[in-house]
């Protein structure tokens, strides 16, 4: 069975877009195959946690229907699913390598890290340990008896070529000189992410690893890990990481990475997940709008590309604006009323969608175009004092308008214009700044007409 899974660090405030990505391509792919996505809590740094983020995580990934068959939240067949509560599982199986030698203890102080550090930086070489704990296990083991603080260790082999297949990138080679000897056990006790990793795919019976190219470089030495516990390896895929147009990487400081900011700001998780597939990959018949059961159906992890795809918010914006364009009015005035939270009437929400439909790319953006419907302007973008007059004639003008329709308020309005010798211009749009505050708005009669005569005439009265 395909067993796919994401392993979140609940040390940020939700899901990272770049990580709500790599999500949707791990549950595309078991969906395919009709097989498992889990979803497991890293949580091993625990200086880093924040309070409330494994749960914000979850519920970002629901609300973005990327339905998970096992987590911390609903159990499954190899609970726990969070790693601060499976330290005994991954102490067992680090004694187990220290028994082989394929790892081992060491007491080295911060102070002799650093400068060993800087001493083989000085010399152009790679910052890594020099295994001086290596020879002399039984001193370090009486140290450790003592109380002195230690780490588990990797036990790298020297000059061996380590290689591997990732369904993306093809072979990968790397000599094991280049790797360093990943500390496995901390010094509180807590496993590194490479051990734990392992062990966790392993036994949760993963079948395809999927993550993001910045793990490639570490997939070696997890590589010697299975093989030190005598392990069969699963399939590696590593996707490119998502980069701003210029290439840069996307950051907390420059960009909206998490996930829930998007669906706050009105965007579509249908709309986010189809812009997110576009990421390194391309449907089969060149569409750019699809479904994601069609994604599931045409979806191949080998036609991933490696190069990091460009994540464009003017991009993803248009797509959003499709969507809402695609969807039915009622079914739009739900997804609005539910954005809104039920703050506006039902009834002229159904009424105005056809007004701004058009014009939206974002549910947000519907505040912007309607909040006149709902309360009168507080500022304007035109000066309406040397408008008094004028106003004054339109309110006596719509006052005499006996069937409140856009066609007869147009036709009374042009009569207007034409008799005062206004160019129409000017003139509908001192009327519509007067109605809306703005500039620039939904179409004016039909808005006017859903504002009713009286709001109408009040709305000029008061700035006359």
Not at 325 to 331: D, G, I, L, T, V
Request: aromatic share 10%.
């Amino acid at each position: 069975m395909v067993r796919t899974r994401i392993a979140p660090s609940p040390t940020g405030e939700d899901i990272h877009i770049g990580n709500l990505y790599t999500a949707l391509i791990n549950w595309a792919w078991a969906k395919k195959h009709q097989g498992k996505f889990i979803i497991r809590i890293e949580d091993t740094d625990q200086e880093r946690l924040i309070k409330g983020s494994e749960e914000k995580i979850l519920q970002t990934i629901k609300e973005y229907g990327l339905n998970y068959d096992e987590s911390t939240d609903i159990g499954g067949l190899y609970q726990p699913y969070r790693q601060s509560e499976r330290l005994p599982i991954y102490k067992k199986y680090a004694d187990e390598l220290i028994k082989k030698k394929a790892a081992y203890f060491c007491t080295c102080s911060k102070e002799r890290l650093l400068e060993l550090r800087e001493i083989r930086q000085k010399q152009k070489k790679i910052p890594k340990y020099d295994k001086h704990c290596l020879s002399r296990q039984k001193e370090v083991q009486a140290e450790i008896k003592k109380g002195k603080p230690f780490v588990v260790r990797l036990n790298i082999p020297e000059a061996k070529e380590i290689k591997f297949k990732d369904l993306i990138r093809g072979e990968v080679k790397i000599m094991s000189d280049n790797l360093d000897d990943q500390v496995l056990i901390k010094s509180d006790g807590f496993p590194t992410y490479h051990l734990a990793v392992v062990v966790d795919d392993y036994l949760m019976k993963i079948s395809h690893v999927i993550r993001a190219e910045e793990w490639l470089a570490s997939t070696p030495k997890h590589i010697l890990l299975y093989k030190a516990l005598g392990w069969p390896q699963p399939v590696f895929a590593h996707v490119p990481i998502l980069r701003n147009p210029d290439r840069s990487k996307l950051s907390k400081r420059k960009n909206p990475v998490w996930a829930s900011w998007y669906l706050d700001q009105g965007y579509l998780p249908e709309a986010i997940l189809n812009y997110l597939a576009l990421m390194g990959w391309s449907h089969p018949e060149q569409k750019e709008i699809f479904s994601l059961d069609e994604f599931v159906k045409v979806f191949d992890l080998k036609d991933i590309k490696s190069v990091g795809p460009a994540f464009d918010q003017v991009k993803l914006e248009w797509m959003n604006g499709q969507y809402i364009r695609q969807m039915k009015n009622e079914k739009l005035k739900i997804k609005i009323l539910e954005f809104t939270e039920n703050k506006y009437p039902e009834n002229i929400v159904g009424k105005t969608i056809p007004l701004v439909k058009e014009r939206m790319k974002k549910l947000s953006d519907y505040i912007f175009l309607c909040e006149f419907f709902f309360q009168k302007p507080e500022k304007y973008d035109l000066d309406l004092l040397s408008k008094k007059e004028l106003l004054g004639k339109m309110r006596d003008s719509l006052e005499k308008v006996t069937e409140w329709k856009s066609d007869k308020i147009g036709e009374k309005m042009q009569e207007l214009a034409k008799k005062e010798g206004v160019k129409t211009g000017d003139f509908f749009m001192t009327l519509r700044v007067a109605m809306t505050g703005k500039k620039i708005s939904p179409p004016l009669n039909e808005s006017m007409e859903i504002l009713g005569k009286e709001e109408c005439l009040e709305r000029i009265k008061n700035l006359t």
